[in-house]
């Protein structure tokens, strides 16, 4: 997906070719259809420059959608001997890195008009990628497909690659950006512009919806004058109107502006505590789930993860915790235990609130379970010592199998589900647990924690390969099926057993693995059973996504007035302010036996 350049080489009379428009050198596929040959003649009016070479548009026009009019020339003197508004015509050749020939400025002074998109342009598609994605955008198998080789004819009218790929090299303009996402480490920001979106949120970013991976939104990249966009921008930042190059690098369409974009209307980054609390019985227990980002004894963020759990999540009765490292943190010193680690968690929630949580986890065998090297990073529970308890607790060693026996109960309590399956090598293992309320008149009830394997090494949905690779999505549905049979035992032995499964899926809702193990388990998604509206169902910020990778499930018994909420105490705020990379969720469930 290499864009069109006039990168010239020496020319030859031999090879080389007759004057040729922009839209014809570009063509109406992702490959110049004269890539690699010599053009002459070609003449196009400076729209923009950078340290490298100049951006020229067509003064011939084709009046095809699918063609871009405009092309980059790369070549560090250029920019000496030309300006933005000259009208030039040059030689050169059609491919990466090579210098055009015989330069002339035709004229100077011109007047430079960005197309305006959705306005002088097509909108841009808002749900496809491109054609080629089999199965759509999360289709499974991967790569089955390569735009390159593929080369098909564009249709910007439908797909959001070709819509992208015919405005190559166009000056072009965004009315009114809204920031989708923060800044990475080089400023580059995500932004929706004033055309057709699907999946606006209330907080202005833009949701991942079933099959739409919003093909609308496009990166702001860096600026052409050598200026710096801001670093502490957030989800929902107003830009106004950003104007620049469209280009393709890094595996990304993207807008390269003028100069810097800056903020000129900030979102909160402010989320409410939830809106419902414990009520200290089986008729309203809280169980939230929080990844805690690589936890620590002495991590710089335990006070802040402390702060969200009391003032946030209103002092949970039963958390689920991802990520929890080991006594020493990320040193490789064989050390397995989190028991310190959990133990100044809950020492400080004591001295935080006054309320008292136990823990309960078990230790993996070191180095293998993924994450930082040394960290061992697992699962573990925290829970009131007022509200619950283990039922029949029994400890599970690292590596022993958790069954379901007569009861139903669990052999181990707590215990991790199918620890030696291969689908788990060097990931986390579920943990699984009974728990039972201290007050009588309570319903003993399952829980699993999961947190399961990483997209690490995908590919990006700009990408070459479709539908784009999805790393691990194979052994994702492994590891679902695995933990939804232990589940589907226990309501076999119980169809009214009160079953809840939450966690760090590292998935999508709508995307394979979370396809079968919603089939298989029996459970149901929270933000199904309490109606989340699709574009608020969010847990985690990439790329231009709000996206959900953390979900809860719950068996048919716990569905009545239950209560759920995500809290965006995390996506909302910028790089330095948050406090992990994922937002917590929380509900309220009834697991009175009269529910």
């Not at 004057?19 to 014809?24: H, K, L």
């Not at 063609?67 to 059609?94: A, P, Q």
């Not at 841009?124 to 080629?132: A, E, I």
Request: proline letters at 6%; aromatic letters at 8%.
């Amino acid at each position: 997906m290499k864009p069109a350049m006039l990168l010239g080489a020496a020319l030859t009379a031999a090879s080389s070719a007759a004057a040729v428009t922009i839209a014809e050198i570009n063509g109406n596929k992702f490959v110049s259809p004269l890539d690699g040959q010599n053009v002459t003649n070609v003449t196009g009016l400076v729209t923009a420059s950078n340290d490298n070479g100049i951006w020229i548009r067509s003064l011939q026009p084709d009046n095809d959608a699918r063609t871009s009019e405009s092309i980059y020339v790369f070549d560090k003197n250029i920019i000496k001997s030309t300006k933005v508004g000259d009208i030039v015509s040059l030689n050169g050749r059609v491919e990466m890195y090579s210098r055009p020939t015989n330069l002339v400025v035709r004229s100077s002074g011109n007047a430079v008009k960005p197309l305006v998109i959705a306005v002088d342009t097509l909108s841009p598609p808002t749900q496809d990628y491109s054609g080629l994605d089999v199965g759509g955008i999360f289709g499974v198998p991967n790569a089955v497909n390569l735009v390159s080789e593929s080369n098909p004819t564009l249709d910007p009218t439908k797909y959001g690659l070709d819509f992208w790929q015919s405005l190559l090299g166009e000056l072009v303009t965004v009315k009114g950006a809204f920031q989708t996402s923060r800044p990475n480490k080089f400023g580059d920001v995500w932004v929706r512009g004033e055309w057709n979106t699907t999946g606006v949120n209330a907080h202005g970013g833009i949701t991942m919806l079933e099959g739409d991976a919003n093909p609308e939104t496009i990166i702001i990249g860096t600026p052409l004058d050598g200026s710096k966009n801001p670093s502490d921008t957030k989800l929902g930042d107003y830009l106004g109107d950003v104007t620049g190059v469209v280009s393709n690098a890094f595996g990304f369409y993207r807008l390269l502006p003028l100069t810097a974009v800056a903020a000129t209307r900030q979102a909160s980054a402010e989320y409410p505590p939830v809106a419902f609390n414990s009520t200290g019985n089986c008729k309203g227990i809280t169980v939230a789930s929080y990844n805690a980002e690589n936890l620590a004894p002495d991590s710089a963020h335990l006070p802040r993860v402390v702060d969200q759990i009391v003032n946030k999540l209103r002092l949970p009765d039963l958390i689920f915790l991802q990520e929890v490292q080991d006594n020493s943190g990320p040193a490789n010193d064989g050390v397995t235990s989190a028991s310190v680690t959990l133990g100044t968690l809950a020492e400080a929630l004591q001295k935080a609130s006054g309320v008292g949580y136990n823990f309960t986890e078990v230790e993996p065998v070191n180095n293998k379970d993924g994450g930082q090297p040394g960290g061992n990073i697992r699962q573990a529970y925290l829970y009131r010592a007022d509200v619950l308890e283990l039922y029949k607790p029994n400890q599970g060693g690292s590596t022993d199998v958790n069954e379901v026996v007569d009861g139903p109960a669990l052999k181990y309590n707590p215990g991790r589900i199918d620890p030696s399956n291969p689908a788990y090598d060097n990931s986390r293992k579920p943990l699984a647990a009974q728990w039972k309320t201290v007050k009588k008149g309570g319903k003993v009830f399952f829980t699993v924690n999961v947190h399961m394997g990483s997209k690490g090494g995908s590919s990006t949905l700009h990408g070459d390969q479709r539908p784009p690779v999805n790393k691990g999505v194979e052994k994702r549905t492994s590891q679902n099926e695995a933990v939804a049979a232990f589940i589907a035992d226990i309501l076999a032995k119980d169809s009214k057993a009160r079953i809840i499964t939450a966690g760090d899926f590292n998935e999508f809702a709508q995307v394979q693995p979370m396809r079968v193990f919603a089939e298989k388990s029996g459970l149901d998604n929270m933000d199904d059973i309490v109606n989340t509206p699709p574009e608020e169902r969010y847990s985690y910020l990439f790329d231009m996504n709000c996206q959900t990778l953390d979900h809860m499930y719950a068996s048919k018994a716990l569905r009545k007035s239950a209560k759920f909420e995500h809290l965006h105490l995390n996506t909302w705020q910028t790089e330095a302010g948050q406090v992990s990379d994922h937002d917590p969720s929380i509900a309220q469930f009834n697991v009175c036996g009269c529910a």
